[in-house]
Every structure is written in C-alpha cells, then in structure tokens.
C-alpha cells in the first residue's frame, strides 16, 4: 500500500502529477471543528498530550478535504518542553520558555528523560496511523520537529521575537556554550524523531522557521550542520524514511542546504521563486511549496493565478504543493477546498 502513496511517491522522487498536496497547519485554528477539541481539552499542552485528541485533530483536514499528508498535531517547543525546559502558551501572547541562558541551565536539561514525557505523542502518532490505515490507506503520516537552530532560538530567548537578539548574540559571543545546546538538541531531535518513525510516521519533517535571520556563515554552522547530522543518524536507522527540510528564507543557500545535509525534499517558502528552486536543487530532489498563505485566504482570482503559476513553474519534476508558511487562522474554509480543486486539476 505504502509504495502507491501519492505523497510517499513524490518525496521519493518521483513526479507525479497532479501533484500530492498538503498544508502546513492545516489542522487548526481556522477549522470550527479543531476550535471545538480545542476547548475541550482546556490548553495547548493539554491537548498535544492527549493522543485521542490530538490525534482527532490530526486527521479532521484528512475528513474534510482529502489531503494527501496528514501532519502529526503538535508543536516544535514540545522537545524543550519534554528536556524539562518550563513551557507555557499564553493566550495573545504566544509560547513562553523559562530563558535559558548559561551552560549550567543547558546541562540540566534531560534527553535521557524525553521518551518518557513525550510518550503521549508518539501514542498519538500510533492512533493516527491506525485511523489513517483503517479510512484513508493512500495518506501519508508525517511527523516533525524542529531544527535545532530554531528551536534554541526559543529556548534562549524564551519567547517568539521579531529577530531573536539574545539567542543570535550568544551564538556569536558564545559559541562553545551554545554549540552544547545545539548538541543537545541534535541528540534529542533525533530521537524524538526516531520514536516518531518508530510508531508510524511514514515520512518526518523538520522545520527551521528562523534559519534565514542568519548571515550565511552562521547560517552553515548552525542551519546546515545540525541538520546534516540529524538528516544522517534518521537515514542511518531508517533509509526509506523521506526527510523534508524547511529552511525558511533560505534564500540562494537552498542549493547548499539540500548538497549537504541530504534531505530528501526541500519546502520553499513564500519569498522563494520556485523557477529558481528548481534550477539551484538537483532534478532528483522533491521541492515542497509554496502558495503565500495570504493568498489562500483573500481566494478567488488571486488565489487561482497564484496556485497556477507554482504549478506551471513544477510541471515535470518531483514536487509537492503546499504553503510557503502555516495557514493563517482567518482563512474560510471554503478557500481551501477550492485550492483542492485548483492542485487535483493539475493548473
């Protein structure tokens, strides 16, 4: 069943047409249904931790649109969170970390325990892929987590920001102490994602969502380098298993990303013109992207001239359509499905 995957196919390599199609974030907020197990489950931890829930929330775009990728429901910080790291979602006001800022805040972090308190993820992903295996046997599992330069972005700054000051600042002034970090989170990353493939994921993907805010020698040593590392112990484990890199605003550095860290599919996101994607990253290698979400929800005829130029643009290679960032809340449902009907008409 697995090799007839349309999404599995394409990360493969392969350039199937009309192309598979996913969305990053396309279970959440702007789905009434997501909105309702949301206030059930009483808070976004609660609700990342409780595998019947989440993985209800995983496949309900599944139901509703027929995507070809269902992504596990979770979230980036969940691997701080699960090294021990004080976590909460303010609501206005985004993820809060306690900062982590000196090499003992680092050495008190604790791989060794993450299996263990992220074990209600990986139930969750065992649910979705019995659900998915059960109602819809063509969908892909895909599960993530973020790169490590992103995800010490957060720990060290300990809130989301505009350019993330104090985590860019330490990793210049202090390298040693935050290449421990990162070396951490290479450890935990990997197995966070190993665990992930272990219960079902069929494909894993990892997203560094601030890898562009770096100057492209920071750029190799703490987007590129980790992510090889972490690239090559999953392939080490499980070489059928597609890694999709997420490099955002990567910008002419996309080409060396994918050379060196080997990933198998690279997501564009929305500032990358795909023509050049496609000249910069070898025939072989499946691109990912890249609608502007904004465009997804003004609909209509922007929406369809957007959607028909990416496609024109990955006509005859491996590819996979998706957005160039996750889908913003205000977007009516209504314009998704007719992106549906825009992708399985091929533009």
Same mark, same amino acid.
């Not at 509703?64 to 021990?84: E, T």
């Not at 562009?212 to 020698?217: H, R």
């Not at 550095?253 to 994918?258: N, R, S």
């Not at 990933?263 to 910069?280: G, I, N």
């Given at each position: 069943m $697995?090799?007839?995957? #349309?999404?599995l196919?394409?990360?493969?390599?392969?350039?199937?047409?009309?192309?598979p199609?996913?969305?990053m974030?396309q279970? !959440?907020?702007?789905?009434?249904?997501y909105r309702?197990?949301?206030?059930?489950?009483?808070g976004?931890i609660?609700?990342?931790?409780?595998?019947?829930?989440?993985?209800?929330? @995983?496949?309900?775009?599944?139901r509703?649109? !027929?995507?070809?990728?269902?992504?596990?429901?979770?979230?980036?910080? =969940?691997?701080?969170?699960?090294?021990?790291q004080?976590l909460?979602?303010?609501?206005?006001?985004?993820?809060?970390l306690? #900062?982590l800022?000196?090499? &003992?805040?680092?050495? &008190?972090?604790?791989p060794?325990?993450?299996?263990?308190?992220?074990?209600?993820i990986?139930?969750t992903?065992? %649910?979705t892929?019995? &659900?998915?295996?059960?109602?819809? #046997?063509?969908?892909?599992?895909?599960?993530?987590?973020g790169?490590?330069?992103?995800?010490?972005?957060?720990?060290? $700054?300990?809130?989301?920001?505009?350019?993330?000051?104090?985590a860019?600042?330490?990793a210049?002034a202090?390298?040693?102490?935050?290449g *421990?970090?990162i070396?951490?989170? /290479?450890?935990?990353?990997?197995?966070?994602?190993?665990? +992930?493939?272990e219960?079902?994921? $069929?494909?894993?993907?990892?997203?560094?969502?601030?890898?562009? =805010? %770096?100057?492209?020698? +920071?750029? *190799?040593r703490?987007v590129?380098?980790?992510?090889?590392?972490?690239?090559r112990?999953?392939?080490?484990?499980?070489p059928?298993?597609?890694?999709?890199?997420? #490099?955002?605003?990567?910008?002419p550095?996309?080409?060396?990303?994918?050379a060196r @860290?080997g990933?198998?599919?690279?997501? =564009?996101?929305?500032?990358?013109?795909?023509?050049?994607?496609?000249?910069?990253v070898?025939?072989?290698?499946?691109? +990912?992207?890249n609608?502007?979400? %904004?465009a997804?929800v &003004?609909?209509?005829a922007a929406?369809?001239? $957007?959607?028909r130029q990416? %496609?024109?643009?990955m006509?005859?290679?491996?590819? /996979?359509f998706?957005?160039?960032h996750?889908?913003?809340?205000?977007?009516?449902?209504e314009? /998704?499905?007719?992106?549906?009907?825009?992708?399985? !008409?091929g533009?």
């Open positions: $697995e090799a007839r995957k #349309p999404l196919r394409a990360l493969g390599g392969e350039a199937v047409w009309p192309p199609m996913w969305l974030r279970a !959440g907020r702007y789905l009434p249904e309702e197990i949301r206030e059930k489950a009483g976004f609660a609700l990342c931790t409780t595998p019947e829930l989440a993985a209800e929330v @995983t496949v309900q775009p599944i509703r649109y !027929g995507m070809d990728g269902a992504i596990l429901f979770s979230d980036i910080l =969940m691997v701080p969170w699960a090294l021990g004080p909460r979602f303010a609501e206005g006001e985004g993820p809060v306690e #900062p800022r000196d090499a &003992a805040a680092i050495a &008190a972090l604790e060794d325990r993450l299996r263990d308190r992220a074990a209600p990986f139930d992903v065992r %649910l892929r019995v &659900a998915l295996d059960l109602h819809a #046997p063509k969908v892909t599992l895909i599960g993530f987590a790169s490590p330069w992103t995800v010490a972005a957060y720990m060290v $700054e300990g809130h989301g920001s505009r350019d993330f000051h104090v860019r600042g330490m210049l202090d390298p040693g102490t935050f *421990r970090l070396r951490t989170l /290479v450890e935990a990353t990997t197995d966070y994602l190993l665990a +992930q493939i219960a079902g994921a $069929e494909a894993v993907m990892l997203f560094d969502s601030w890898a562009g =805010m %770096l100057p492209p020698s +920071q750029f *190799r703490w590129i380098e980790p992510t090889t590392t972490i690239v112990n999953v392939q080490r484990l499980h059928s298993i597609p890694v999709i890199g997420f #490099p955002r605003l990567a910008g550095l996309i080409g060396e990303y994918v @860290t990933v198998s599919t690279v997501a =564009m996101d929305t500032a990358m013109d795909p023509r050049f994607a496609a000249s910069a070898p025939a072989g290698v499946a691109l +990912q992207g609608l502007d979400p %904004l997804l &003004a609909g209509g929406l369809e001239a $957007e959607t990416i %496609l024109a643009a006509r005859g290679r491996p590819f /996979v998706n957005l160039g996750g889908i913003e809340k205000v977007t009516p449902v314009n /998704v499905a007719a992106l549906v009907r825009l992708v399985r !008409g533009g």
